[in-house]
């Protein structure tokens, strides 16, 4: 599903590698935590695969196509197979919850009939069917992440990136989110989470690959999130 | 398309008082490039009309006026001098037609024109003169023969409208053209403030860019709203800008002007439709070509 080969990435007018050599291959429905310090190149990972950066060198599939190759009006069906959530939740705060989730429909030009049948169902998948007509600022923490989840997910991407999405939320509802990626992620979807949680790494079991410097310096089937403080 | 124009009405109820602004600019501007336009076809007109009448005159010399031309003090044309001219009338090939009028038949107009005013007792019989008319294939080829003419013996003056009309001309062309530069100084600001507009507009909505361009929205679907909404501010300024010029051109040219001075040519409907079109041309250039600049970097990644 997402392939690497040899991807390096330096930042303009910067000398040392973001990314180095990295050599990645993630299957189909797997679930992969991508752990390391700050500046250790997770995020800029998952801005490669969102084709938001080109790799400096290398090459980088996505969902069976050559990113780097991609021409700029190809991007937006790329993102599509794509649903991203981040730490900061990213929601519009004049925007109900329903009209949140709605909104990534509506912009790519889906039908009205399809969305007030999806949008409902997701928010309901996430756990916030009694929520839809309140805004954003009216939600906990917890429940604003859901909605972010519910936004990526509505489409039914192939691929769920994640950039430290519990990083803002107290271990209780990080959990409940971690249960809702684990739900995602056996509908088939691929799921990558950036993350600094070792308690939730450590729980779930799952692929675990960290950076260092740009390297990857560990890529573990059933990992634990590693050396901790 | 729904969203669409829902995201354009509520960008344009965000802002609402720049968005006025920049209807009223495009307005005024407009209006002023259209009457512009107008004039330039209404000078047009009267040119083809005055030079297409254009005729020259050359008034031969006469015993009573002593001065002038290339007379002989106290003397009229000799029959040898008048058929010189006309020889060199008739053979110059820019001659349409020649007519001679002696000074009884130019005596007899002149009393016919001015029957009924104290004029016609100012001017006596022995004043008149015997004249050529001459009219020219292109009325715009005047100067060779008017030239020759000059020189020859007999001829006292020649009278040419052109010199009359071309200064007049040239100022009505220097009016036309200033109403069309200032207007597009204007139309300059118009679109700078489209521009700022969409600019300032990006930045309020940079967030929902952000979120668009991460779902994989079109550039369509993230320019739409912003194109529209300078659209239609432009094309309701060229509204508002066609109803003042066709309101200027019935009021005007057709209620007044039309009626009063019935003996010119006055630019109509044709003309005015004309110009309203140039306008809403302009419009659209001027609200999309601002806008795709300012929102360009929204089409990168």
Not at chain 2, 134 to 158: A, E, F, N, T, W
Not at chain 2, 191 to 210: N, P, S, W, Y
Request: proline share 3%.
């Amino acid at each position: 599903m997402i392939r690497f080969e040899e991807v390096s990435r330096i930042y303009d007018g910067q000398t040392r590698a973001a990314l180095a050599n990295v050599n990645i291959e993630i299957e189909k429905g797997e679930f992969v935590f991508l752990v390391g310090g700050s500046g250790s190149g997770k995020s800029t990972l998952m801005k490669l695969i969102l084709r938001e950066y080109r790799p400096t060198t290398g090459r980088i599939y996505v969902a069976g196509k050559d990113v780097a190759a991609l021409p700029e009006r190809k991007i937006p069906a790329l993102r599509r197979e794509i649903g991203m959530v981040s730490q900061d939740f990213r929601l519009l705060p004049g925007k109900t919850v329903f009209e949140n989730v709605a909104f990534a429909l509506q912009v790519i030009g889906k039908p009205r009939s399809l969305i007030r049948k999806v949008v409902p169902e997701t928010l309901e998948m996430v756990g916030l069917a009694d929520k839809m007509g309140r805004r954003p600022d009216e939600l906990s923490g917890g429940e604003q992440q859901r909605v972010a989840v519910a936004r990526a997910f509505v489409n039914h991407p192939k691929i769920l990136l994640a950039d430290e999405p519990t990083g803002n939320l107290d271990p209780e509802t990080s959990v409940g989110i971690m249960k809702l990626l684990d739900r995602i992620n056996r509908s088939e979807t691929t799921v990558v989470m950036a993350t600094h949680d070792w308690a939730m790494v450590d729980q779930m079991r799952k692929r675990v690959v960290e950076l260092e410097s740009g390297h990857v310096i560990r890529d573990q089937a059933r990992g634990i999130y590693g050396a901790r403080a | 398309m729904r969203h669409l124009l829902s995201e354009t009405w509520s960008g344009l109820r965000r802002n609402v008082g720049i968005t006025l602004a920049v209807v009223m600019t495009m307005w005024v501007s407009l209006s002023l490039f259209g009457a512009g336009l107008i004039a330039a076809q209404q000078v047009n007109l009267f040119k083809g009309e005055w030079y297409d009448k254009i005729e020259i005159t050359v008034y031969l010399c006469t015993a009573k006026l002593q001065t002038g031309g290339n007379c002989d003090p106290g003397q009229d044309a000799t029959d040898e001098q008048k058929d010189q001219i006309h020889d060199a009338i008739e053979k110059n090939p820019e001659v349409l037609k020649v007519e001679y009028q002696s000074k009884e038949e130019a005596y007899e107009e002149f009393l016919n024109v001015f029957k009924d005013s104290p004029i016609k007792d100012s001017l006596t019989l022995e004043e008149m003169q015997d004249n050529y008319r001459v009219k020219l294939v292109d009325p715009q080829q005047y100067q060779g023969l008017v030239s020759q003419l000059k020189l020859m013996r007999g001829v006292q003056k020649i009278q040419d409208l052109h010199q009359i009309l071309e200064p007049v001309f040239k100022w009505l062309g220097a009016l036309q053209w200033g109403t069309i530069a200032l207007s597009i100084v204007l139309l300059l600001a118009a679109a700078l403030q489209i521009g700022t507009t969409i600019r300032m507009a990006t930045f309020t909505r940079g967030r929902e860019i952000g979120i668009m361009r991460l779902v994989g929205a079109s550039n369509f679907h993230i320019m739409g709203p912003f194109l529209l909404e300078s659209l239609i501010a432009g094309l309701v300024g060229a509204f508002l800008a066609s109803g003042t010029l066709v309101f200027g051109v019935w009021f005007i040219i057709l209620r007044n002007a039309q009626r009063g001075l019935e003996a010119f040519r006055w630019v109509g409907w044709t003309e005015t439709w004309i110009a309203v079109g140039a306008m809403v041309l302009v419009a659209i250039i001027l609200s999309i070509i601002p806008t795709i600049i300012s929102a360009r970097r929204y089409l990168r990644v």
